[in-house]
Nanobody, 124 residues
Framework: QVQLVDSGGGLVQAGGSLRLSCAASGLTFSGYAMGWFRQPPGREREFVATITRSGGSTDYADSVKGRFTISRDNAKNTVYLQMNSLNPEDTAVYYC?????????????????WGQGTQVTVSS
């Protein structure tokens, strides 16, 4: 059974940092491109960052470029999202997702498995 377990969310002040983790099990992790998406209150799910299967290439939404960093450790079956310089507009539920043999799409419909989400709240 495939499981993606998101963790690391919480309440942080503007300007602060958080590191999200997503631990995968039940799949061949290195065969999946991984993505982070978020859903702000009252809005649709949106793309945040993706990373290719090897970790050699990444992509970011314009709103997080220069502040967020996606990385992965294929030996630990885990993908990370380091979030720095957080602002209240980053408040959302954050989800990791796995795209089988993908290239790291920004379209959530391309992803096959999803984590349960972790809440990130940034106070002003």
């Amino acid at each position: 059974q495939v499981q993606l377990v998101d963790s690391g969310g919480g309440l942080v002040q503007a300007g602060g940092s958080l590191r999200l983790s997503c631990a995968a099990s039940g799949l061949t992790f290195s065969g999946y491109a991984m993505g982070w998406f978020r859903q702000p209150p009252g809005r649709e799910r949106e793309f945040v960052a993706t990373i290719t299967r090897s970790g050699g290439s990444t992509d970011y939404a314009d709103s997080v470029k220069g502040r967020f960093t996606i990385s992965r450790d294929n030996a630990k079956n885990t993908v990370y999202l380091q979030m720095n310089s957080l602002n209240p507009e980053d408040t959302a539920v954050y989800y990791c997702a796995a795209e089988w043999y993908g290239v790291g799409s920004g379209n959530p419909k391309s992803y096959h498995y999803w984590g349960q989400g972790t809440q990130v709240t940034v106070s002003s």
